[in-house]
């Protein structure tokens, strides 16, 4: 059975390869908010330094100024083991026509991605500053509100708004409906209704993710919301460890092996003050 091991070797491999490629080229979060690639025994807790804001004054010729005082804080990335488990038998693997070792490690890629993602996402409903109300559609008003409220933090940009998809339909429709938002004539509105993606408004590029949290529904009435976030990359930080790893198992009673595919990850607000977030009905 040695020519089985050597096949397995070798067809594991590419397993790693796909897996690897589906979570990097996946992931959403690891693109729009700030990510750190954790070194190796350095412990499971990664501690961010935050700076509190500082201020210039007016200097008087030949006065020396008062120091400024820095204070820092401490945000805290706690890492975690995320993972897809297969078993894959001799006889499916032997049999299949497609690459079953390749089109999983592709499925598994896509799942740890996901699994990024939503992370990042369940972070939104911590941001203390909010927009828009529950049971309410999602509208152009708030992400203007939202951006300007980044704006008077003195938050520059850029800027990126996550929403769960029924948020975004209701963004569409007002951007493409006549008599609706103002900007409806114009680029925007002409791609939603070419494209069905809404792309930036005010400065802030917009994406709809079916994995942003909607459970959100503290009265009576069994209307589900979503919560969606308007944020800079600092307010959000993502640690990962490593990459995305593989481990397999050789079971030879049942003619399988088993095959481990997993990452350590973690993600925290960096800064509350750099994201608002966005409640709207689903």
Known sequence: MANNTTLNSELFTNLLAEAQFAAYEN??????????DYPANQGKTLQVPVYSAV?????????????ADTNTNSAEITLGEIGTYFQ???FLRDSAQRDVISELGMNAGMAIAEKMDQGVWDLFNSFTQSVGVEDSAVTVDNIFEAVATLRSNKITGPFYCVVDPRQALSLKKELATVGGANLTASEIGSDILRGYYIGSIAGCQIFESALVKSDLNTDADGDVNAVGAVFSPKAIGHAIRGGVVMEDERKAAARATDIMVSAVVGQTILQDSFGVKIIGSV
Do not use: K, N
């Not at 992931?27 to 700030?34: E, G, K, L, N």
């Not at 201020?55 to 120091?67: I, K, Q, R």
């Open 27 to 36: 992931s959403v979060a690891r693109q729009i908010v700030t990510a750190f």
């Open 55 to 67: 201020s210039a004054v007016d200097l008087s010729e030949g006065v020396a100024p008062s120091a």
């Open 88 to 90: 894959i038998t001799d």
